[in-house]
């Protein structure tokens, strides 16, 4: 079955700091990563879109400067949280899409990042 | 602006209760809306997901679609106390992108 595999589950960092997260799609080839935030009050927000053969598309409030995404492969996506400050607080996940598995988005476990 | 508005924001049934969920999107360019359920501490799970007009069941689970309102609705009959979540609707351009709208979510508890 499709998996989506997150690391780390959980992470705690100073204020200013700066945290890298992973995803690895496993079973299947990702043709597509989604990276959102889901904040303590529970909304999720996009963050980017990243799909192989395009540039990696940013949401309206974030910018490659802060989360700097990596997409090597098929299987595997990383991002960065640069500078983490208070409201960058939340859990990050990340949804992989592989068309010949269907239309669904298949999420991770999430990071789940605290910012002291 | 939200594109994805969900009611009400929180629902509590009795157990063996109907429990229905609303949607609706502001953005007349989706085709696809999905339910996703999220237990506490866990991430979303995909429920069902629907693009055509009228219903679809699968088990407890019933999702309606009115394209021409961009209204959405789940409802869960039975309703059993592992139902108890966050569920979350989600709007979509069309399939070939992973862009996921999501609304704010309903709290559903279930009470035994």
């Known amino acids: 079955g499709a998996l989506v595999y997150q690391y780390p589950r959980r992470t705690i960092c100073k204020s200013g700091t700066s945290m890298r997260m992973e995803c690895q799609a496993v079973g299947f080839q990702a043709t597509s990563v989604a990276w959102y935030r889901q904040s303590p009050q529970k909304t999720f927000e996009l963050i980017a879109l990243?799909?192989?053969?395009?540039?990696?598309?940013?949401e309206q409030n974030f910018t490659q400067e802060k989360f700097p995404i990596s997409h090597p492969n098929l299987s595997f996506s990383s991002m960065t949280v640069l500078n983490a400050y208070l409201e960058d607080r939340g859990l990050y996940l990340c949804?992989?899409?592989?068309?010949?598995?269907?239309?669904?988005?298949?999420f991770g476990p999430g990071t789940r990042l605290t910012v002291l | 602006q939200q594109k994805v508005q969900q009611s009400p924001e929180s629902l509590i049934v009795p157990e063996g209760g109907m429990a229905s969920l609303n949607c609706t999107s502001s953005d007349r360019n989706v085709d696809y809306f999905w339910w996703y359920r999220q237990h506490s501490g866990k991430s979303p799970k995909m429920l069902m997901s629907i693009f055509s007009n009228g219903e679809k069941e699968e088990g407890r689970f019933t999702v309606h679609l009115n394209k021409a309102s961009l209204h959405t609705s789940l409802h869960i009959r039975d309703s059993q106390p592992s139902d108890s979540a966050l569920y979350l609707c989600?709007?979509?351009?069309?399939?070939?992108?992973?862009?996921?709208?999501f609304g704010d979510g309903t709290v559903l508890t279930v009470k035994p």
């Open positions: 990243s799909t192989v053969n395009s540039a990696i598309k940013y």
């Open positions: 989600a709007a979509s351009l069309n399939t070939n992108t992973g862009k996921l709208t």
């Open positions: 949804g992989a899409r592989a068309p010949g598995l269907g239309v669904e988005q298949y």
